[in-house]
Every structure is written in structure tokens, then in C-alpha cells.
């Protein structure tokens, strides 16, 4: 038996042909055809699938829901099955149950397949078990459908071997500087790496469960441009492919950043290609298409890298783009210097969203269509669009009219230690123009096309420039005569260039920590002069793990940009106080705290934890310059301004968080308790602190994953108690305050972990010059457990209690504290959503008041000792009114109370 699959017509058919698959393994136990063979009717749509058995004109093969038939075995290990099928590049794959390879349903594509692959299992679907093969099916007369007519003639492989162009894997080092990844690469047939005029280039992405093999199989691209070139219906293109899940190992959403696959694209895969084939540098030769998360990875290159490609083909997934976006990409490559298209198939549901989206490019000058294709979310559906958007959009943009228009734009680079000076020009007229640039380094002499740009050097043959300007005569048959005169900046080729680092800064407000101000770091002393709150743009999620699936953390869609307060410089990573500039190598740049987003905390195993991957983001709007020598006049520029978005790149400088000591305690019964303390920063152990114990909720109690990862010390960062001792604003007070916030284990009991608790508070207090009738606890929501605890089994160890958004304290808890006299205010949400104020916070008051008039207390005496202060929703300002503590310690004399204890 021939493996592979073999394509037979047959009249009983009805579709004309019949597919055989042959797979040969003698030792698999169970092999089974799979693929995205089942059938939809464009006049049921998605409600009913069909068979192949069942096709009739108007049916198509569609993903989103797997075909599986038993395949069967032979005497000699070979397995097969029979299916007919309509034209076109169709998907399908192998199941197999193989025990000598320990597979298990194990996904596979064909071992006879022709198709080139990336080496072992580097690519993302063969790590996620999401492999797929192709197999050509001719079209036949009896099928009587002119769409799977043309499918056949571009889908399949062109007739002529000579016409085939070729496809190879490359590995390349992304741009998180990881190896082992692969570009996939095709090269038209001909290719001549020597040609004079660079071959243009389409860069394709794939969906969120795809890799760098899936414009080549299944979507078919080799095939559909080796059959439109042949016909002349395209010029000779290259193809380049990618893989987009670098960022982690997720097997979904986790490793495919758009942001990074965006910036990876630009600024690594286009100077890693362009050096090594033959194809265009040019953005009017450069073509960027993208399916499903591909798409939406396209308007992350746009938002990000504008005036990178000159069309766009957005295949089953859009862009989304703000208003700004649509400016910036309209001032970086002119009012109609843009190609985009749009298409989704039938079966994905309608075309309002793209057709609006092609509006919005139109209303801004650009060329955009729209398209629909009898399909599914699937490659079959990206291979039909790809071939609309190549043969009838690609390379053909319309010539930009009007009048003549040239433009200039400068730029220094260095070049072996010496400074190189750049000048873009650009022709908008609708005739060639002979343009004469003149600077102090010289006179050039170029013809620039009618609607493009040239390039133009000047050699300085010096380390460094002053600023200076490039003069511009053009002259183009038909038009008067045009001057125009552009600067150059100060430059130094001696200096390393552009933003070294990004540091957040966080603080610790009264609902959690969250980044209030970024240092941005250059190579050397920044002159502040130039700098104002537009010189950068700082953005952030709008996630905040109190009230958003953990999905919006990282979706672009949930983002704003931060309200800058204050740009000055300084000599290191920190803020001052008089916003006042210090002569240093970092831009400090202060936001509002009161504005949405930027909170560092996140949802994490059932808790919350410290976010390492902060979403901050800052962009550079306008160029930065050195400090002048003499003080007087403007430096050379230190960084250009630039349309990349920067990550931080080192650690958050954490005010006050970074200030407590992170220690374990083993307790008697072989427990690690994680906790955190702080001492005045005058700490003198001959005197006696008071020390307030914070017991947070469960949310901050310690967790730690299989691969060790922990959230040590989220119980400082998540709410204000543990700070808001170390700051007169808050306490109103200018007594010194030991502070000691222990993480419980979220193990056993509440009253297992209260007695961990304890322990822990006892070893310090022997340890530390702690005043020990003045030991007071503070607690979160779920602390009170461990709270209540504590008072009733050991009374007397705590001098008073804060108790914000707390469980119940029970009629025997309540009598045990009546008993020890211990002053305790509790405070709750009357909208609490998760303890209900009536059975907590009000009930815990009420027993204990109970408790304190059967022990025959005055009200005045129980008044003294016991209080209650429930806040309405107007209190918060932010819409959480479980965390009663935000609202409390916004109150100082409830924590003097608890300092006059």
C-alpha cells in the first residue's frame, strides 16, 4: 500500500474523488483519520454538521469541530480508510495509540507528508499535541461550485515542478534572546539572491493554538503565490512565517504576547531576514497579514511600529485600534500610503465588525476591502483570504495625487565611531522630482519617484556634530520649484543611545500597592530642560484583582494611559520630594495614584501574590538630550523619540515595602510561618516599642506552588496596615511603631494557625525591645479568625484589637474577651459582599457588648471598651466594601485609639 494519502476519481463519489489515508505502524493498537473534514451548509450555518459522505453543492469542509474515523488494520501494519472529499487543500491529521512510543491519542501529522517541518518538536504544535497536514483534492465537474473551482487552481500544487518555489525552516534567537525558534521561509521559484530590485515580502502570523508552520500548511501560501505568479497575477514574493509563542511555556494564551510577537516582528525577524534574502527594506515592499490572534496581533504592529509595512491583510481576527492609533498611523505614513483588508468566513458569523474597522482606515485616506469566504475559524478559511488579499490587493496601491509636496526628515547614526547624518526625503507629488539637498557636510543631487521616499547620507567624518540643517531643492516637470529646510540635532557618537532601563516605582495605598511613578534610565546625565508632561506616555492595565478576571491583566483592550503629574530628573532611581530636577542619568516620571490602573497585586492559586511581570509600559514621545557641558544651550540627543512601548527591565523600587525584613519561624510543631517586620529607622534596644501585629485576610496567607514560587510577603503589599504605621500622615502620631505582620499558612484550623500566630508574636517580643503591655493586632477580613483566636485562648497577650471586615466572633469568643477586658473596634462594609455585615460585624459587636452587661459592666464601662463603626459605600473610593480597612485607617484617631490602649 502507497502511504500517505491517495486521491482516486470516482463517480460513485460525490464529489467526483475519493481520498484514501495510509498509515503504516505495526505496533499501534487504535488509529483513527482526524482532521477539519466535517461539513457546513451555508444556508444552516453553524447549527448542523454533515459527513463527507453527506456533501452537496453549498456544503464546505469546516474547523471547530474534529472529524475521527476508525482507520483500519492490515496483516502488514498498514491502517486506512477511505473518505470522498471536495477540491481544495484540506486539513486532517492522525490519532494513534502507539504503547512502544507511549503514545495515547497521541496527534500526529503524516509521516509520508512532503512537507518541510521544523526540526524535533521546537515548534509550538508539536509541543501542544496540534499538528496538521494537508491533503489536495482536484476539483471535479460534478461539484458545480466556482469557489471550490478556484480553490483547486491556487490551492493546489502548481502542475509545473519548475513553478514550485521552496520553503525552509531557519532558527533565529527572539527578541526575549531565547534560541531554538524557527522562521518558516519561502523563496519563489527563481528566487535570485543577486536580483538588483529586492524581492518584496509578506510576514505572516498565526492564530493563539498555531506556529510558524501554519501559512505554509494548511493555510497552503506556497502553493496559492507558486499558482499566482505562474499566472502573472502576482510579482515574485517572499513568504516569511513565525512563531509567536517565546514568551513563557504556556500552551495558550500565556506565551503568545502581542506586544512582544509585535515588537519581535520589527524589530529582530525584519533585520534577520532583510540581512540575509534578498527582499525589500521598504515598508511600500513589506506586507503583514495575520490570522485570528494574528490579526489582533496586527494592530499591535500598527499601534506600535506604524510606518513598518504597507499593507495589512487581517484574516479572522481585527485590529483594535483607538482613534489615536488611526492619527499616529495617518502621520507616519501619509494620508493614503496604506493597503488593509478584511475577510472572515461565513460560518464565523457576520462582516459588521471588519467592514467597520475598513471604515475607520478609509475615513483616515487609506485603501481598504472586505471580503467573506464560505469557511470556518479555520486555516482552510485563511488560505481563501490570503488569496484574495495577494492577488487582488498586493503591490498595487494607488499612486498618491496632488500637489508637489517635499518633505524632509533627519536623523544622525554612527557609523564605525563617526556620525552619519540621514536624511529621509519624500516625493508627494504625482511626478518624479529632482531634489538637491545641501548641509555643512556636503551637496547631493537625487530623483525621488512620484509618492516615495529615498534615503540620503552625509558623511561627517566626526565623532561628534553640533546641531545643524539640511536644505532641500526640488524641482518636478510641471510643478514650481520647492525649498525646504529641516534641523539636525546635536549628536555624539561617544554616548550609548536611548532608554537603558525602566523602573517602577510602587506605593502602598489604602487598597494595595500599585505603581505611582516610573525612572527611566539613559546612559548619562539627562538635561531636564527639554523634558515636560509630554515628553513621555505611561501606560498600564486597568486590572485590579479585587474586581477583574485575571484574563484582563494582560488584554490590550484593558489598558489606559497614566495621568502624568511630574517629570523631573535625579541621580538615582527615587523620588523627590520638591519634584525639583537633580542633575542625573534618570527621568523621574510621578503619576496620579488615584488613577485606575497599575495595581501590582494579583490573583495567583486561589490567593494573590506580588506581580513579577509588571504591565507597565513607557513610551518616549519626544527626543532627550544630554546635559549640556557648560549648562547653556542644548545637548546632543541621548535618545530619539520612539514608537516602541518599554517594559520594565528591572526590579520595582518599592517605597516602604522594600523597607521590612523578611524572616521565617519554625513553630513547635514544625511549622514555617512567614512573616515580615519593620523597626524605626532609630531603633535603640534599651527602649520599649509599642507593636502592632497585622493578621491579613486569606487571600494573603502564604502559598507556594509545586515549583516553589510563593507569594512570601503579599500580606504587606496588598492593603495599607502594615504601612500606614510607618507614616505620620496616617497616625497623626510621632510615636516610633513596631510593626509585625505575620503570613499565615493557610493550613489546619483557624485556631492551628492562630496558635502558629502566636508563637511567632511571642519569639519576637523576646527578641525585639517590645513594650509588652502594649501589643496590639490589627486584622484583614480573615485575620479576625485567627484574632478571635487568639483572645480567647490566650488573653492578655494582645493589649487591644482592630478588627476591619471580619468573621464573627462566636458568644463563647465574646465572653472570653468580655472577661479579659481587652478593648476591641470592630469595623465592616454595610455592602459587604462577602461577609454579610449583619452576621459579622454587627453580631461580633452585639456579643461582646452582650458579654460585657452579663458581667454587670455600665454602658459607659462597656462603651470604653468595646466600639463599632460600619461604613457606607460612599466611604470607599474604590467600589469594595469588604476591605473595611481602607476606610478605617483613613481614619487617625481609630489608630490613636488603638495607640492609647
Given at each position: 500500500?502507497?502511504?500517505?494519502?491517495?486521491v482516486?476519481a470516482?463517480?460513485s463519489?460525490?464529489?467526483?474523488?475519493?481520498v484514501?489515508?495510509?498509515y503504516?505502524?505495526p505496533?499501534a493498537?487504535?488509529?483513527r483519520?482526524a482532521g477539519?473534514?466535517?461539513?457546513l451548509?451555508?444556508?444552516?450555518?453553524r447549527t448542523?454538521r454533515?459527513?463527507?459522505?453527506?456533501?452537496?453543492?453549498?456544503?464546505?469542509?469546516a474547523?471547530g469541530?474534529?472529524f475521527l474515523q476508525?482507520?483500519?488494520?492490515?496483516?502488514?501494519?498498514?491502517?486506512?480508510v477511505s473518505?470522498p472529499?471536495?477540491?481544495?487543500g484540506?486539513?486532517?491529521w492522525?490519532r494513534?495509540?502507539d504503547?512502544?512510543?507511549?503514545?495515547?491519542n497521541?496527534r500526529?501529522?503524516?509521516?509520508?507528508?512532503?512537507?518541510?517541518?521544523?526540526?524535533?518538536?521546537?515548534?509550538?504544535?508539536?509541543?501542544n499535541?496540534?499538528?496538521?497536514?494537508?491533503?489536495?483534492?482536484?476539483?471535479?465537474?460534478?461539484?458545480?461550485d466556482p469557489?471550490l473551482?478556484?480553490?483547486?487552481?491556487?490551492e493546489?500544487?502548481a502542475?509545473?515542478?519548475a513553478?514550485?518555489?521552496?520553503?525552509?525552516?531557519?532558527?533565529?534567537?527572539?527578541i526575549l534572546?531565547?534560541?531554538?525558534?524557527?522562521?518558516?521561509v519561502?523563496?519563489p521559484?527563481?528566487?535570485?539572491?543577486?536580483?538588483?530590485?529586492?524581492?518584496?515580502?509578506v510576514?505572516?502570523s498565526?492564530g493563539?493554538?498555531?506556529?510558524e508552520t501554519?501559512f505554509?500548511?494548511?493555510?497552503?501560501v506556497?502553493?496559492?503565490?507558486?499558482?499566482?505568479t505562474?499566472r502573472g497575477?502576482?510579482?515574485p514574493t517572499v513568504?516569511v512565517?513565525m512563531?509567536?509563542?517565546?514568551?513563557?511555556t504556556?500552551?495558550?494564551f500565556?506565551s503568545?504576547?502581542?506586544?512582544?510577537?509585535?515588537?519581535n516582528?520589527?524589530e529582530?525577524?525584519?533585520?534577520f531576514v532583510?540581512?540575509?534574502?534578498?527582499?525589500?527594506d521598504?515598508?511600500?515592499?513589506?506586507?503583514?497579514?495575520?490570522?485570528?490572534y494574528g490579526g489582533?496581533?496586527?494592530?499591535?504592529v500598527i499601534?506600535?511600529?506604524?510606518?513598518?509595512f504597507?499593507?495589512f491583510?487581517?484574516?479572522?481576527?481585527?485590529?483594535?485600534?483607538t482613534e489615536?492609533?488611526y492619527?499616529?498611523?495617518?502621520?507616519?505614513?501619509?494620508?493614503?500610503?496604506?493597503?488593509?483588508?478584511?475577510g472572515?468566513?461565513?460560518?464565523?458569523?457576520?462582516?459588521d465588525a471588519?467592514?467597520a474597522?475598513?471604515?475607520?482606515?478609509?475615513?483616515?485616506g487609506?485603501?481598504?476591502?472586505?471580503?467573506?469566504?464560505?469557511g470556518?475559524?479555520?486555516?482552510m478559511?485563511?488560505?481563501?483570504?490570503?488569496?484574495?488579499?495577494?492577488?487582488?490587493h498586493l503591490?498595487?496601491?494607488?499612486?498618491?495625487?496632488?500637489a508637489v509636496d517635499?518633505?524632509?526628515?533627519t536623523?544622525?547614526?554612527?557609523?564605525v565611531?563617526?556620525?552619519?547624518?540621514?536624511?529621509?526625503?519624500t516625493?508627494?507629488?504625482?511626478a518624479?522630482a529632482?531634489?538637491?539637498?545641501s548641509?555643512?557636510?556636503?551637496?547631493?543631487?537625487?530623483?525621488?519617484?512620484?509618492?516615495?521616499?529615498t534615503?540620503?547620507?552625509?558623511?561627517?567624518r566626526l565623532a561628534s556634530?553640533?546641531?545643524?540643517?539640511?536644505?532641500?531643492?526640488a524641482?518636478?516637470?510641471?510643478?514650481?520649484?520647492?525649498?525646504?529646510?529641516a534641523?539636525?540635532?546635536?549628536?555624539d557618537?561617544?554616548?550609548q543611545?536611548g532608554?537603558q532601563g525602566?523602573?517602577?516605582?510602587?506605593e502602598?495605598?489604602?487598597?494595595?500597592?500599585?505603581?505611582t511613578?516610573?525612572?527611566?534610565e539613559y546612559?548619562?546625565?539627562?538635561?531636564?530642560r527639554?523634558?515636560?508632561?509630554?515628553?513621555?506616555t505611561?501606560?498600564?492595565?486597568?486590572y485590579n484583582?479585587?474586581?477583574?478576571?485575571?484574563?484582563?491583566?494582560?488584554?490590550?483592550?484593558k489598558?489606559?494611559?497614566?495621568?502624568?503629574t511630574?517629570?523631573y530628573t535625579n541621580?538615582?532611581?527615587?523620588?523627590?520630594?520638591?519634584q525639583?530636577?537633580?542633575?542625573?542619568r534618570?527621568v523621574?516620571?510621578e503619576l496620579d495614584?488615584m488613577?485606575p490602573?497599575?495595581s501590582t497585586?494579583?490573583?495567583?492559586?486561589g490567593?494573590v501574590r506580588?506581580?513579577?511581570d509588571?504591565?507597565?509600559?513607557?513610551?518616549?514621545?519626544e527626543?532627550?538630550?544630554v546635559?549640556?557641558?557648560d549648562?547653556?544651550g542644548?545637548?546632543a540627543v541621548l535618545?530619539r523619540a520612539?514608537?516602541?512601548?518599554?517594559?520594565?527591565?528591572?526590579?520595582?523600587v518599592n517605597l516602604?515595602?522594600?523597607d521590612?525584613?523578611?524572616?521565617r519561624f519554625t513553630?513547635?510543631?514544625?511549622?514555617?510561618v512567614?512573616?515580615?517586620?519593620?523597626l524605626?529607622?532609630?531603633?535603640?534596644a534599651?527602649?520599649?516599642?509599642?507593636?502592632?501585629?497585622?493578621?491579613?485576610?486569606h487571600?494573603?496567607g502564604?502559598i507556594e506552588?509545586?515549583?516553589g514560587?510563593?507569594?512570601e510577603g503579599v500580606?504587606?503589599?496588598?492593603?495599607i496596615?502594615?504601612?500606614?504605621?510607618?507614616?505620620?500622615?496616617?497616625t497623626?502620631?510621632?510615636?516610633?511603631?513596631?510593626?509585625?505582620?505575620?503570613q499565615?499558612r493557610?493550613?489546619?484550623s483557624?485556631?492551628?494557625q492562630?496558635?502558629?500566630m502566636?508563637?511567632?508574636v511571642?519569639?519576637f517580643v523576646?527578641?525585639?525591645?517590645?513594650d509588652p503591655?502594649?501589643?496590639?493586632?490589627?486584622?484583614?477580613s480573615?485575620?479576625?479568625?485567627?484574632?478571635?483566636?487568639a483572645?480567647?485562648?490566650?488573653?492578655?497577650?494582645?493589649?487591644?484589637?482592630?478588627v476591619t471586615g471580619?468573621?464573627?466572633?462566636?458568644?463563647?469568643?465574646?465572653?472570653?474577651?468580655a472577661?479579659?477586658?481587652t478593648?476591641?473596634?470592630?469595623?465592616h462594609?454595610?455592602?459587604?459582599h462577602?461577609?454579610n455585615?449583619?452576621t459579622t460585624?454587627?453580631?461580633?459587636?452585639?456579643?461582646?457588648?452582650n458579654a460585657?452587661?452579663?458581667a454587670?459592666?455600665?454602658?459607659?464601662?462597656?462603651?470604653?471598651?468595646?466600639k463599632?463603626?460600619?461604613?457606607?459605600l460612599?466611604?470607599?473610593?474604590?467600589?469594595?466594601?469588604?476591605?473595611?480597612a481602607?476606610?478605617?485607617?483613613?481614619d487617625?484617631s481609630?489608630l490613636?485609639?488603638?495607640?492609647?490602649q
Open positions: 500500500m502507497v502511504e500517505g494519502p491517495t482516486t470516482d463517480p463519489s460525490p464529489t467526483g474523488y475519493t484514501t489515508f495510509v503504516h505502524n505496533d493498537t487504535q488509529v483519520l477539519d473534514l466535517t461539513l451548509d451555508v444556508d444552516t450555518g448542523t454533515y459527513q463527507p459522505e453527506e456533501w452537496e453543492p453549498g456544503r464546505y469542509h474547523g469541530t474534529e476508525d482507520m483500519t488494520k492490515d496483516e502488514n501494519g498498514y491502517w486506512s473518505v472529499l471536495h477540491a481544495g484540506l486539513s486532517y492522525y494513534v495509540w504503547p512502544t512510543q507511549g503514545w495515547e497521541k500526529i501529522w503524516d509521516p509520508a507528508s512532503p512537507h518541510p517541518r521544523p526540526p524535533g518538536d521546537s515548534s509550538f504544535r508539536v509541543r499535541n496540534d499538528v496538521l497536514d494537508t491533503v489536495y483534492v482536484p476539483y471535479a465537474p460534478v461539484q458545480d469557489v473551482e478556484a480553490r483547486a487552481a491556487y493546489l500544487p502542475a509545473d515542478p513553478q514550485r518555489g521552496t520553503v525552509q525552516y531557519v532558527p533565529y534567537t527572539t534572546g531565547d534560541e531554538g525558534h524557527h522562521l518558516g519561502y523563496l521559484a527563481g528566487y535570485d539572491p543577486d536580483r538588483a530590485e529586492p524581492y518584496k515580502v510576514y505572516l498565526h493563539i493554538f498555531g506556529d501554519d505554509m500548511v494548511p493555510v497552503n506556497p502553493n496559492i503565490l507558486d499558482n499566482m505562474a497575477e502576482i510579482e513568504v512565517t512563531g509567536n509563542h517565546f514568551t513563557g504556556d500552551l495558550g500565556g503568545y504576547d502581542r506586544l512582544n510577537a509585535a515588537n516582528l520589527v529582530v525577524i525584519l533585520p532583510e540581512e540575509r534574502y534578498n527582499v525589500s521598504e515598508r511600500e515592499g513589506r506586507a503583514y497579514g495575520g490570522f485570528s489582533s496581533t496586527g494592530g499591535f499601534a506600535n511600529h506604524p510606518a513598518a504597507g499593507y491583510g487581517f484574516f479572522s481576527g481585527n485590529p483594535t485600534l489615536a492609533n492619527d499616529d498611523l495617518e502621520a507616519a505614513v501619509g494620508t493614503g500610503d496604506l493597503t488593509v483588508f478584511l472572515n468566513g461565513v460560518f464565523e458569523g457576520g462582516p471588519h467592514n474597522i475598513a471604515e475607520s482606515f478609509r475615513s483616515r487609506f485603501t481598504a476591502a472586505t471580503a467573506q469566504v464560505p470556518a475559524h479555520d486555516g478559511t485563511a488560505g481563501q483570504l490570503f488569496t484574495i488579499f495577494a492577488r487582488d503591490w498595487k496601491q494607488e499612486t498618491p495625487g496632488g517635499v518633505s524632509l526628515e536623523d544622525t547614526r554612527c557609523v565611531g563617526r556620525a552619519v547624518q540621514v536624511v529621509q526625503v516625493n508627494g507629488s504625482d518624479p529632482q531634489v538637491t539637498l548641509s555643512a557636510y556636503g551637496s547631493r543631487t537625487v530623483t525621488v519617484g512620484a509618492g516615495r521616499s534615503a540620503v547620507t552625509f558623511s561627517t556634530v553640533p546641531a545643524s540643517e539640511v536644505t532641500a531643492t524641482v518636478a516637470d510641471g510643478y514650481e520649484g520647492t525649498t525646504v529646510t534641523p539636525y540635532a546635536a549628536y557618537c561617544g554616548l543611545h532608554i525602566v523602573v517602577p516605582i510602587t502602598i495605598l489604602a487598597y494595595g500597592q500599585k505603581v511613578a516610573v525612572a527611566v546612559s548619562v546625565d539627562v538635561d531636564p527639554g523634558l515636560d508632561l509630554d515628553t513621555f505611561v501606560s498600564d492595565s486597568l484583582f479585587r474586581f477583574n478576571p485575571i484574563a484582563d491583566l494582560t488584554d490590550p483592550t489598558r489606559a494611559d497614566r495621568t502624568i511630574a517629570v541621580d538615582t532611581p527615587s523620588l523627590e520630594a520638591d525639583e530636577s537633580d542633575r542625573g534618570y523621574i516620571i495614584p488613577d490602573g497599575g497585586v494579583m490573583a495567583w492559586q490567593g506580588v506581580n513579577p509588571l504591565q507597565t509600559r513607557v513610551l518616549q514621545n527626543a532627550v538630550h546635559w549640556a557641558a549648562g547653556d542644548q545637548g535618545a520612539s514608537d516602541v512601548a518599554r517594559a520594565p527591565t528591572q526590579p520595582a516602604l515595602y522594600d521590612f525584613v523578611h524572616e513553630t513547635s510543631t514544625g511549622t514555617e512567614p512573616y515580615a517586620y519593620w524605626p529607622e532609630d531603633y535603640d534599651t527602649k520599649e516599642y509599642p507593636v502592632v501585629v497585622i493578621l491579613p485576610g487571600g494573603q502564604y506552588s509545586a515549583d514560587t510563593n507569594n500580606q504587606i503589599a496588598s492593603d496596615p502594615a504601612v500606614a504605621w510607618l507614616q505620620e500622615e496616617w497623626e502620631s510621632e510615636e516610633d511603631v513596631v510593626v509585625l505582620a505575620v499565615n493557610r493550613t489546619g483557624g485556631t492551628d492562630a496558635e502558629a502566636v508563637e511567632v511571642n519569639a523576646d527578641e525585639f525591645s517590645v503591655d502594649r501589643i496590639y493586632g490589627s486584622t484583614v480573615y485575620g479576625s479568625v485567627l484574632a478571635w483566636a483572645l480567647t485562648d490566650h488573653p492578655g497577650l494582645f493589649d487591644a484589637m482592630l471580619g468573621f464573627g466572633a462566636s458568644e463563647e469568643q465574646a465572653a472570653a474577651i472577661a479579659s477586658r478593648p476591641v473596634w470592630v469595623t462594609g454595610t455592602g459587604d462577602l461577609l455585615v449583619v460585624g454587627q453580631a461580633s459587636f452585639n456579643r461582646i457588648w460585657y452587661m452579663a454587670g459592666l455600665t454602658p459607659a464601662q462597656a462603651t470604653a471598651l468595646v463599632y463603626t460600619e461604613y457606607p460612599s466611604a470607599f473610593y474604590e467600589p469594595d466594601q469588604h476591605l473595611a481602607a476606610p478605617t485607617y483613613e487617625s481609630i490613636r485609639w488603638l495607640l492609647d
